[in-house]
Antibody, heavy 120, light 109 residues
Framework: EVQLLESGGDLVQPGGSLRLSCAVS????????MTWVRQAPGKGLEWVST????????FYADSVKGQFTISRDNSKNTLYLQVNSLRAEDTAVYYC?????????????WGQGTLVTVSS | QFVLTQPPSASGTPGQRITISCSGG????????VNWYQKFPGKAPKLLIY???QRPSGVPDRFSGSKSGASASLAISGLQSEDEADYYC??????????FGGGTKLTVL
């Protein structure tokens, strides 16, 4: 059974940082691209970042470029998202998802999400 | 910036067939497959349709997808109360590799 479990979300002050994690099981992690998608309160889904199977290729939404860093540790079956210089508009539930391909594709499986709240 | 446009809301009665549209500037939708996700409040999104018209295993055949030109559609036939959810389309754009539509809230009356 494919499972994705996010963690690391928290209440953080503006300007703060967090590292979100997504631990996966049930599939060969190193063979698939992974992605982060967020949903702000009352808003729709917003793609954030994607990383290829080996980690050599990354993509970022313009809204987080230079602020967020995606990475993965294939030996630990874990995906990460380092989020820095947080702003109120970064408040959202952050979902990790497995893509259908090694670099691109659609989201086949999703985690339950981790909540990041940016507030003073 | 590329934008996928969905109607913010849709509604139908049990047993009815409804469609949700997703439109975007050509050639992006025309050049790339469109995927659809179902999302319930507080729950993870679920893949409903991929590659414009393919259904993952386990998705009822009441759900179907199509694409024509710069527009895609999700159809739900035999509408059921448990279909009440938010629906999102998604595709590619060269400037923004993954783009989601704004979402459509489906109400079953």
């Amino acid at each position: 059974e494919v499972q994705l479990l996010e963690s690391g979300g928290d209440l953080v002050q503006p300007g703060g940082s967090l590292r979100l994690s997504c631990a996966v099981s049930g599939f060969t992690f190193s063979s698939y691209a992974m992605t982060w998608v967020r949903q702000a309160p009352g808003k729709g889904l917003e793609w954030v970042s994607t990383i290829s199977d080996g980690g050599g290729t990354t993509f970022y939404a313009d809204s987080v470029k230079g602020q967020f860093t995606i990475s993965r540790d294939n030996s630990k079956n874990t995906l990460y998202l380092q989020v820095n210089s947080l702003r109120a508009e970064d408040t959202a539930v952050y979902y990790c998802a497995k893509l259908s391909g090694a670099t691109i594709g659609y989201c086949t499986y999703w985690g339950q999400g981790t909540l990041v709240t940016v507030s003073s | 910036q590329f934008v996928l446009t969905q109607p913010p809301s849709a509604s139908g009665t049990p047993g009815q067939r409804i469609t949700i549209s997703c439109s975007g500037g050509s050639p992006s939708i025309g050049a790339h497959p469109v995927n659809w996700y179902q999302k319930f409040p507080g729950k993870a999104p679920k893949l409903l349709i991929y590659s414009s018209h393919q259904r993952p295993s386990g998705v009822p055949d009441r759900f179907s997808g199509s694409k024509s030109g710069a527009s895609a559609s999700l159809a739900i036939s035999g509408l059921q109360s448990e279909d009440e959810a938010d629906y999102y389309c998604e595709t590619w754009d060269t400037n923004s590799p993954w783009v989601f539509g704004g979402g459509t809230k489906l109400t079953v009356l």
